[in-house]
Each structure stands twice: as C-alpha cells, then as structure tokens.
C-alpha cells in the first residue's frame, strides 16, 4: 500500500476542492485528493454560457433515474458532475444558500452548529464579492461572487410582471430577505466560472503537500476493524491515510461507493454478495431534490440568446466575449429568478424561479425554432424521499437513483401551484411586447389532472440532491454534526449528502460551505487551531 498521506479525500467536487486548500495551508499536513474524472481542460468549464453544454453530457457520469413510480415511470436524466471542481464546474452558476431558517430547522433537528449564524461566517469566509462587504457576503475569499454581465432587456420586464402579481424586487436574496425576484449573483470572476477547483486548487497548486490526481476512480473504501486505513483504486492500488478518509462524492456518489465499500443497508448489500462492513441503513437514504417544472414562450424578436445558437451568430458571441467579456458568452443563461410562495402560510419562501434566456438549454427541453423565453420553477420543501442504490458489486455499474419524486400529494400540489404562477408571471403586461405566445403548456391545459399529466411529460431535476448521509444527533443519522461517520473510525463526509433536508435554493453555495466549516472542525479535531 502507497503511503505517505495524512488525509486522503474522495472526491474534487465543490465542499472536497474547500477541504484539500484548506487543509494544506498547514504545510505539515500531507493531502491526496482523488478525482474519478478529468481536468477541467475544455473551454465549456470556464465560459459562463458553457453550462448550456453541460447537461448534455460533459463532464458528467451519464446516469438516469430509475422509473419514477408517481409519475407515469418517466426516467428522469441525472448529471452528476466527472470533472475537477464536480458541480461547480458544471453548473449555471447560481450562488443562492437557502434560507436561514433552513440552517435553524438543523439545528432544531440534532445537528448543533449548524444554525444559520454558525455557517454563515463560512460563506462570508469563502466569498470574494464584487458588490458587497457587510455582515451577508464578503471580499477576499477564493470564490468568486460577481453580478450578472449579461441581463437583457427582457429580465426588467420580467421583474415589472412579477411586480403586477405583488411579487417585490430584491437587490440580494442571500442577504436580509429571501423573498422577492431578482438578478442572482453567480460564482463568476471577471467574466469567467469560478468553479471550486478554479477558486481553492488552481491557486494552490504549487504547494508541496497537495497531492491532487485526477481520473483516479475509488473502488471501496478500506475498513479494518472498524477504522478506515484508505482506498483501493479500480486499477487495484492501494492507499493509506494516516489520520482520515474523507468521503466527498455528492449526493450520488458519497451513499454509492460506501455502499461499495460495505457499508450501508446490510440486507440490499447481502442480496449483491458484497461483505458487509457496517450495517447502516441511512446511507443512500433521506434523498431529496427538487423537480424543475417550466413554462416556455415563444418571443416575438430576437429578445433572447436563442438565435446565438447558430454557427453564424455563434462566431459574432465569440468575438464580442473576446473583446469586451460582455454577451451571450459571458452570461449563465439563468441568471435571473426569485423566490415566492406556493404556500402564502409557509414559514418562508417555497418556491424558487429561474429565468431561461432562450429555450432548449437544458437536455430533454424543447426549443423554439424562432425563438423564446423559459421560466422554471420548482417546489423548495418537498416531503418526498428516495434512495440510491446499487444495481450490481461492480463499480462500473450505474447506481438505482430514486428520487422518488411526487410521492407525497403535496409535492404535487404545490408544484402545479408553481407552474401556475410562472404562467401568471409571463401572462402579465409588461412582458406583452416581448412575448407572442405561450407554447408550454399552452392554452390545452386546464385541469389538475392535465397539469399532472404535463408535469409528467415537461420536469426535470433541478440538479440539488442532498441527505444521503444525514447529519444528526440521533443513532440513525449517518453523520454526526462533525460530520464523523457513526460507526466507521477515521471516516468524515463532507458534501451535501450530509444536509437532513435539503436548503431552499440552488445546493453549490452551500457544499462549498460545509467544506469550508468541515476543514475547521478537523483541524480543530486534530489539534490545528481554524
């Protein structure tokens, strides 16, 4: 077995890229950081508009839902992030944390230190602001939080509509006040992604003591008598960590390869042949993630970012990036949206807007051919929980992801109740001179029933899984608020499967902070002052 490392962390996502910089400021401290995908080599990676790439299949591991029970057996596309930096790499950029009464209910739930005003000088720790400094954001932290460079005309419409309906304008929806539309700040520098890897590792490659191998896929975790001694690689090499394994492989992967490694429900692990570790049947459970819903128009000019689409109109984007880091290039494409109520009683906002510059963006949306507009929404709270599974012992084997999506009715209630009012919002004045007509769903949907049959055919993931590894003080959790493994020595997991439910916005911001609090509290469990 190679030796040599103190810690050895599973995973180059957004909360692992945190812990391997953070970790290696103690240059005593030797780190190996293991990547099953590649190096974030393509232009996609760094140009904002390459997410509309990226749901389509790069840098992703290709994996599917199984069919969806409650609605209709639909298999749901699921990227996951198989790239340096993971999500942050791959993602539209959007830097939303939640709400703080997210963090409260965790702490209420068992997990202390968790509450909103202990994560939130991690997120200030983090940030490098390029609009606020006060006692929400900061500067002069690795990741870049810029505002959009790129909003058209259509967005302040789009805020004027929401305005008809009672829906205010919100300068910072991750400051005070969550309610409200908005231009979202994104996790742009310059006019570039700042992806995790491009915020915490790029800058820290020179230090003798990180260790970062990409393309390096874990087959299992090592346990012995109950310690975590390292990892075995699929290729068959071993590894030691000294003082720690850390397992940071998302939502997806984390409850996936300790699965693998025997750790998990010891009954599904029996039925594969696999060995079983330690039997814990919360890992892979608890998954939750929210279902995109849109309504898609058809504009009547060219109003939107659909026309750069072609190769004409791409070259001119291409250029106009070159030169003044300004259009279609520079921009997320969903850099615009909010948050309202599904629920007026609910206890904060439960719905969450995404403005889509064109149509067609992500995989499996429908484009139009002239030109259009799409708004997204999806539910925050949902009640549903689903599972991750393995298929087979064979790592190459995609796992069983289940979101299980709608299976408590008031999922769905509350999600038509978002679809409506996306609806509603594009139906209002100020978008008249902008849009010509609805196509999706159009004019045929009228009934619960037939916006259920919609939802079924016209959803997506909105890409935020969490709770797979719950946090708790309960001896069901998987984790506890230290993020130690309950019943494996020496193993922590640090990203968002950690999350007892999921935060009521985009999950990027909020891996990134559990990494920056993680590397705190094992430094701290380890005698290294934060």
């Known amino acids: 077995m190679e030796k040599g490392y103190d810690f050895i962390i599973i995973g180059g996502g957004s909360a692992g890229s945190v812990v391997a910089a953070r970790l290696t400021e103690d240059p005593n401290v030797q780190v190996l950081l293991l990547e099953a995908g590649g190096k974030d080599w393509h232009p996609f990676y760094h140009l904002p508009a390459g997410f509309a790439k990226m749901t389509k299949g790069i840098g992703s591991w290709g994996w599917?839902?199984?069919?969806?029970?409650n609605m209709q057996d639909r298999v749901f596309r699921y990227t996951q992030a198989k790239v340096i930096g993971g999500g942050s790499a791959i993602n539209a950029q959007i830097y939303t944390r939640g709400n703080a009464l997210d963090y409260d209910e965790w702490r209420q739930m068992g997990c202390e230190g968790w509450g909103y005003e202990d994560v939130l000088?991690?997120?200030r720790k983090a940030e490098d602001n390029d609009t606020y400094d006060n006692r929400y954001h900061g500067k002069g932290g690795p990741l870049g939080v810029s505002q959009p460079c790129a909003p058209?005309?259509?967005c302040e419409a789009y805020f004027d509509a929401a305005a008809e309906l009672g829906i205010p304008r919100n300068q910072?929806?991750?400051?005070?006040?969550?309610d409200g539309v908005a231009y979202y700040q994104?996790?742009?520098k310059n006019a570039r992604r700042s992806s995790a890897a491009m915020a915490y590792l790029a800058p820290n490659s020179g230090r003798s003591n990180l260790h970062v191998k990409t393309g390096a896929q874990v087959r299992r975790i090592i346990v012995e008598n109950g310690i975590a001694?390292?990892?075995?690689l699929v290729d068959g090499t071993r590894l030691t960590a000294e003082t720690e394994v850390i397992l940071s492989s998302g939502s997806i992967g984390s409850p996936r390869l300790l699965q693998l490694s025997g750790i998990g429900p010891a009954d599904h692990l029996r039925s594969l042949g696999i060995s079983v570790e330690y039997d814990q049947p919360g890992v892979g459970s608890n998954l939750q993630d929210h279902l995109d819903l849109y309504c898609i128009c058809e504009v009547n000019g060219p109003f939107t970012y659909d026309r750069y689409a072609k190769p004409h109109w791409s070259v001119v984007a291409g250029l106009q990036y070159l030169f003044t880091r300004r259009g279609p290039v520079s921009s997320s494409l969903f850099e615009t949206g909010g948050f309202w109520y599904a629920d007026p009683e609910a206890r904060s906002p439960d719905l969450q807007f995404h403005l889509g510059l064109g149509t067609g963006i992500e995989s499996g949306v429908a484009a139009m051919p002239d030109g259009g507009v799409t708004l997204n929404s999806c539910y925050l709270r949902p009640r549903s929980r689903g599972t991750v599974r393995l298929q087979s012992a064979n790592p190459d084997d995609a796992p069983l992801i289940d979101p299980n999506y709608l299976d408590d009715p008031r999922d769905r209630e509350m999600s038509i109740r978002g679809l409506k009012l996306t609806q509603d919002i594009l139906?209002?004045?100020p978008l008249r001179k902008f849009i010509k007509a609805e196509r999706l769903p159009g004019p045929g949907v009228k009934t619960d029933d037939d916006y259920y049959r919609f939802i079924c055919e016209h959803s997506k993931t909105s890409h935020h899984p969490a709770g797979t590894c719950r946090m708790g003080s309960d001896k069901e959790a998987v984790v506890d608020p230290r993020l130690r493994f309950n019943g494996v020595e020496r193993l922590r997991v640090v990203d968002?499967?950690?999350?007892?439910?999921?935060?009521?916005?985009?999950?990027n911001a909020a891996a990134i902070m559990i990494g920056e609090k993680a590397a705190d509290m094992i430094r701290q469990d380890h005698g290294a002052q934060s």
């Not at 001694?229 to 075995?232: L, M, S, T």
């Not at 968002?496 to 009521?504: E, Y």
Request: hydrophobic fraction near 30%.
């Open 172 to 178: 910072d929806v991750t400051g005070e006040k969550q």
């Open 64 to 69: 599917q839902t199984v069919p969806q029970k």
């Open 186 to 188: 994104l996790t742009q």
């Open 152 to 154: 058209l005309p259509i």
């Open 496 to 507: 968002a499967s950690v999350m007892p439910t999921v935060v009521s916005s985009n999950t």
């Open 229 to 232: 001694k390292g990892v075995e």
């Open 427 to 429: 139906a209002q004045g």
């Open 121 to 123: 000088p991690y997120y």
